[in-house]
T-cell receptor
């Protein structure tokens, strides 16, 4: 149990275009999903917390108009990087947690990540 | 959050040895802690967790120790195998309010297991 998927696994795009990344909880309902960014050999940096049916909560310094988050259902959250630039190139990882089915509500289960390269 | 300007600590061990990875956490009110393993190019994988009302918890080949007095967490891996080579992160969950469910990650430790 507790499987989280991400799509795509990697994407290359031109500067100025927008890229959408999907995060799905496959075998549980995720009341909350989190989006992280990770630079090489660094720890995970939380970008935003996504709650189903409400607006995402962004961490300080993260541009909400740049990184659009939509949590449309209990199994799907999407992150759209708008007008991407080379400095947006990074590894984006989502996670999901749930208080149901015997799982601890605080435990986050991570997706495999999406490698974004903006040319 | 993200560590800035620091190289990740590294630990090199021989296959079959026991490994101990350490972590200092920041919030004395945190009540839940998790260890994650991250292999290159992949998302973090849950290893083991522990609540603040415990000081030790054992899993398969892994043990987590919690010392709340000095805000220290450690992960012990018995009979380390080459497949254990990865970056290991500790994470803490501060209690209550809007931060409920959010995790704060440590900087990570690179474990390399030599055959």
């Amino acid at each position: 149990g507790a499987v989280v998927s991400q799509h795509p696994s990697r994407v290359i795009c031109k500067s100025g275009t927008s890229v959408k990344i999907e995060c799905r909880s496959l075998d549980f309902q995720a009341t909350t999903m989190f989006w992280y960014r990770q630079f090489p050999k660094k720890s995970l940096m939380l970008m935003a917390t996504s709650n189903e049916g409400s607006k995402a909560t962004y961490e300080q310094g993260v541009e909400k108009d740049k990184f659009l988050i939509n949590h449309a259902s209990l199994t799907l959250s999407t992150l759209t990087v708008t007008s991407a630039h080379p400095e947006d190139s990074s590894f984006y990882i989502c996670s999901a947690n749930s208080g149901t089915g015997g799982m601890r509500q605080e435990t986050q289960y991570f997706g495999p990540g999406t490698r974004l390269l903006v040319l | 959050g993200e560590s800035v300007g620091l190289h990740l600590p590294t630990l090199s061990v021989q296959e079959g040895d026991n490994s101990i990875i350490n972590c200092a956490y920041s919030n004395s009110a945190s009540d839940y802690f998790i260890w994650y393993k991250q292999e290159s190019g992949k998302g973090p994988q849950f290893i083991i967790d522990i609540r603040s009302n415990m000081d030790k918890r054992q899993g398969q080949r892994v043990t987590v120790l919690l010392n709340k007095t000095v805000k220290h967490l450690s992960l012990q891996i018995a009979a380390t195998q080459p497949g254990d080579s990865a970056v290991y992160f500790c994470a803490e969950n501060p209690p209550g309010g809007t931060s409920y469910g959010k995790l704060t990650f440590g900087q990570g430790t690179i474990l390399t297991v030599h055959p």
